[in-house]
């Protein structure tokens, strides 16, 4: 693999938006998927209202790079595409619907953890830039991925205590 150059902080920003502008395309791709192989309503409907999220979350990333002077671009976030591959093998399964669901839920935390790491660096990077407009608007992203998370977290505690009360 080529090397990789750093020449500054700037270029490394700019980098990293790229990276995560193609993973949210990639997520955006993924959530009706993750929708449909749901069999819990509430999970379907997280899955759904996360989708509406995430295009608003693409059109944040819009208003940063225009903010920052650069086109949005994309740049192929090998990250994701493992993630979004691994979490795939669930789509079609076989099997327990509850315990489908908890395997659905826990793809989907990696990668809203994914997307909490990235959002928090560039951030950081924007506030240490100078672009404090540019850092809100990743923060309010990064609020509605932990948010995200957190709900699923909800959801997979919910989905796991109905399995034990129905004796399972
Ligand atoms: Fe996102
Ligand atoms: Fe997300």
């Known amino acids: 693999m080529a090397k990789k150059t750093v020449d500054d902080l700037r270029k490394l920003y700019h980098e990293e938006l790229q990276d995560i502008y193609d993973a ?3 997520i955006l791709d993924a959530l009706p998927k993750m929708e449909k192989a749901a069999h819990s309503e509430d999970l379907k ?6 989708r509406e999220q995430t295009e608003e979350q693409v059109e944040r990333l819009d208003s940063v790079f225009e903010s920052f002077g650069e086109p949005a671009k994309r740049k192929t976030c090998k990250g994701m595409r493992g993630l979004i591959e691994e979490g795939s093998e669930y789509l079609d399964a076989k099997g327990d619907a509850d315990a489908i669901d908890a395997a659905l839920i826990a ?3 990696r990668v809203e953890h994914y997307e909490i790491a990235v ?7 924007a506030l240490a830039l100078g672009h404090e407009d540019q850092a809100e608007l990743l ?3 990064l609020d509605e991925e932990e948010e995200t998370d957190e709900r699923l977290s909800e959801l997979a505690e919910a989905g796991i205590n109905q399995e034990a009360a129905s004796g399972e």
Not at 45 to 50: G, I, K, N, P, S
Not at 119 to 125: D, I, K, M, Q, W
């Open 24 to 26: 949210e395309h990639q």
């Open 45 to 50: 409907q997280a899955f759904r209202e996360h």
């Open 107 to 109: 793809a989907a935390q």
């Open 119 to 125: 959002y928090g660096s560039l951030r950081t990077f």
């Open 139 to 141: 923060q309010e992203t």
